[in-house]
């Protein structure tokens, strides 16, 4: 019963190509997140979905496109990928507005040739 | 903004030490604090939440504080062992309708058999 899951957990790709990461929590979380931990580690907040609704973005270019179909769900979609956005993104869940903890997924690998 | 330091960025302690990490951070109105560890290539896991309400939190070996008025946290951890080798992150959630959580860059531990 893995509580926040992400698929793929590899995607390597060429320059220019369009990819999606998908992430799925069975916590009931109302809240959803997706983090990039670049080659340094430093992990830093790209989005955040509430209830399908987009509540936190960061300063991404828009080439990265999240959706929420619905609260258990947000997937990550990056058209014409770049050789800088090789990194590794998590997804998360929590609830909003109380005081609980994030559950992390296990991370997407991404490399960019 | 909410900015959270961990240092040193890289600790190593022979088998046996008892030991001390580090975090503070600038903005002291926060719901919690969460200590996560990060294994090479894998996702995080969560070790210890502390409320903003609580002074501290214990689980087995570890046992980390928050002093929020001063904008510090520590995780203990008694008798380590070269299991223990990780990255430990220390993040903050911040307070308020849309908060987030921000990272700190961690603290790679070896511990030494």
């Known amino acids: ?113 | 903004k909410q900015e959270v330091t961990q240092i040193p960025a890289a600790l190593s302690v022979p088998e046996g030490e008892n030991l001390v990490l580090n975090c503070s951070f600038t903005d002291s109105a926060i719901y919690n604090l969460q200590w996560f560890r990060q294994d090479p290539g894998k996702g995080l896991t969560s070790l210890l939440l502390i409320q903003s309400s609580q002074r501290e939190q214990t689980s087995g070996r570890l046992n980390a504080s928050l002093d929020k008025s001063s904008g510090r946290s520590t995780l203990y951890i008694a008798a380590s062992q070269p299991g223990d080798s990780a990255t430990y992150l220390c993040a903050v959630r911040g307070a308020g309708a849309n908060s987030k959580l921000t990272f700190g860059k961690g603290i790679t531990l070896s511990v030494r058999p």
């Not at chain 1, 809240?31 to 509430?50: E, G, V």
């Not at chain 1, 609704?53 to 058209?79: G, Q, Y």
């Not at chain 1, 993104?89 to 903890?101: D, E, K, N, R, T």
Request: proline fraction near 4%; aromatic fraction near 10%.
């Open chain 1, 1 to 113: 019963d893995t509580a926040v899951s992400q698929t793929p957990k590899y995607l390597v790709t060429q320059m220019g190509n369009d990819k999606s990461i998908k992430c799925e929590q069975n916590l009931g979380h109302d809240t959803m997140y997706w983090y990039k931990q670049d080659s340094k580690k430093f992990l830093k907040i790209m989005f955040s979905y509430n209830n399908k609704e987009l509540i936190i973005n960061e300063t991404v270019p828009n080439r990265f496109s999240p959706k929420s179909p619905d609260k258990a769900h947000l997937n990550l979609h990056i058209n014409s990928l770049e050789l800088g956005d090789s990194a590794v993104y998590f997804c998360a869940s929590s609830q909003l507005g109380q005081a609980g903890g994030y559950t992390f997924g296990s991370g997407t690998r991404l490399t960019v040739v």
